[in-house]
Every structure is written in structure tokens, then in C-alpha cells.
């Protein structure tokens, strides 16, 4: 198995080598990570160069690192009804197992048993021994955007007719009876027999 390469200098990848590898070590770190990529859903979204606030505590445990901790971001996003602009934070927590290496490479799972292979590729490992958080933060942020933004709960939207928005508009706003010409006929009926 090849490892890649993490580049130290990056926020998101944590040394564990000052943690230790005897169950029960805990270590807590903060940092600001900015974010470089494209992290967001629909109509909302972490801007690119964002900075992020990592929070998180490292526990040293049989099968590996566990690392768990919370990411406060600024977020962007459009109004689902008014398409107003929004800018708010967003906060997830998150908690993930990184596996020593030398679980996968001999074969064995957690149990003591033969490893299967099922769920190896969902699994996150050392990388010697450094950590690469960046994945964990970005799945947890996607997945707490909202994908229907409102600016505010009661959010009246826009009119249908004239797309002025409801809320700057008069409470009465309207564009009169609009009838489908193909009903005119029908209409012109009714109004001369009434409601016989």
C-alpha cells in the first residue's frame, strides 16, 4: 500500500507523535484553517479562502486516534423565497476514528478476528503519524449547510405574478382578476346569466 504525502504545513494535518500511542493520552488543540476549495450545496456555501475554527481533542485509543471536536465557519447563501442574501455561521461536530496503520496492513479488524475488507475504504488511517482532518471538516460542513435557506422564518417571497418582493410591498398587492383567455368566453357567459 502506497501512503501519500501530507504536507505538514497545512492547518488541517495534526502531528500525533506528542499524544503518544498509549490509550487514554489526550491532547486538545484550536486552529484557524482557510479553506481552499469549493465546499458548499445548492444555494448555500463556506466561501473559498474562508477561515474555518477547528476545535478538537485527540484521545489516544487501542485501535488508533480519535478525534473529536467541533468547526465554526462563515457561510453565504441565497434565500430559498426572496433570494436575499444571507451570511451566518454554521457550527458542526464531528468525531472520527483514524486507524493505526498497522491494523490494515496485518489483516485484522478491531476484533482480533480476520479483517473482510467490508467498510476498509470508509475507514480513515494515520498516515505515519500525522492526521489529515480536512475530509472529516468538509463532510461535516456540507452536510450542515441548509439546503433551503431563509433570511428569516416568515418569509413571504416573491410575487408570482410581478416578482416584487412581498415584503417590501403593500399588504393588498395585486394585479387584479387574471382570467386564462381561454376561460373569457365562459366568463363572459357567466356575468350575462348571473348565477341562475
Given at each position: 500500500?502506497?501512503?501519500?504525502?501530507?504536507?505538514?504545513?497545512?492547518?488541517?494535518?495534526?502531528?500525533?507523535?506528542?499524544?503518544?500511542?498509549?490509550?487514554?493520552?489526550?491532547?486538545?488543540?484550536?486552529?484557524?484553517?482557510?479553506?481552499?476549495?469549493?465546499?458548499?450545496?445548492?444555494?448555500?456555501?463556506?466561501?473559498q479562502?474562508?477561515?474555518?475554527?477547528?476545535d478538537?481533542?485527540?484521545?489516544?485509543?487501542?485501535?488508533?486516534?480519535?478525534?473529536?471536536?467541533?468547526?465554526?465557519?462563515?457561510?453565504?447563501?441565497?434565500?430559498?423565497r426572496?433570494l436575499?442574501?444571507?451570511?451566518?455561521?454554521?457550527?458542526?461536530?464531528?468525531q472520527?476514528?483514524?486507524?493505526?496503520?498497522?491494523?490494515?496492513?496485518?489483516?485484522?479488524?478491531?476484533?482480533?478476528?480476520?479483517?473482510?475488507?467490508?467498510?476498509?475504504?470508509?475507514?480513515?488511517?494515520?498516515?505515519?503519524?500525522?492526521?489529515?482532518?480536512?475530509?472529516?471538516?468538509?463532510?461535516?460542513?456540507?452536510?450542515?449547510?441548509?439546503?433551503?435557506?431563509?433570511?428569516?422564518?416568515?418569509?413571504?417571497?416573491?410575487?408570482?405574478?410581478?416578482?416584487?418582493?412581498?415584503?417590501?410591498?403593500?399588504?393588498?398587492?395585486?394585479?387584479?382578476d387574471?382570467?386564462?383567455?381561454?376561460?373569457?368566453?365562459?366568463?363572459?357567459?357567466?356575468?350575462?346569466?348571473?348565477?341562475?
Open positions: 500500500m502506497t501512503l501519500s504525502r501530507l504536507d505538514t504545513r497545512s492547518p488541517f494535518v495534526v502531528d500525533t507523535r506528542p499524544l503518544g500511542r498509549q490509550p487514554g493520552a489526550m491532547r486538545t488543540e484550536q486552529r484557524m484553517a482557510p479553506h481552499a476549495g469549493d465546499l458548499g450545496v445548492e444555494m448555500a456555501r463556506v466561501p479562502d474562508a477561515e474555518i475554527q477547528l478538537f481533542r485527540l484521545e489516544a485509543v487501542m485501535d488508533g486516534v480519535l478525534v473529536t471536536g467541533a468547526a465554526l465557519a462563515r457561510m453565504s447563501a441565497e434565500c430559498s426572496c436575499d442574501p444571507i451570511s451566518d455561521e454554521v457550527e458542526v461536530d464531528f472520527e476514528l483514524f486507524r493505526y496503520p498497522s491494523d490494515d496492513s496485518l489483516g485484522i479488524d478491531a476484533g482480533g478476528g480476520e479483517g473482510d475488507g467490508a467498510g476498509a475504504d470508509e475507514d480513515y488511517h494515520l498516515e505515519g503519524d500525522l492526521i489529515d482532518l480536512e475530509q472529516v471538516v468538509r463532510d461535516a460542513l456540507i452536510l450542515a449547510l441548509p439546503l433551503s435557506p431563509l433570511c428569516r422564518g416568515d418569509c413571504p417571497g416573491l410575487c408570482a405574478e410581478c416578482g416584487a418582493k412581498l415584503a417590501d410591498v403593500e399588504a393588498d398587492h395585486s394585479h387584479g387574471r382570467v386564462d383567455p381561454r376561460w373569457e368566453a365562459l366568463r363572459s357567459l357567466s356575468e350575462e346569466f348571473g348565477d341562475q
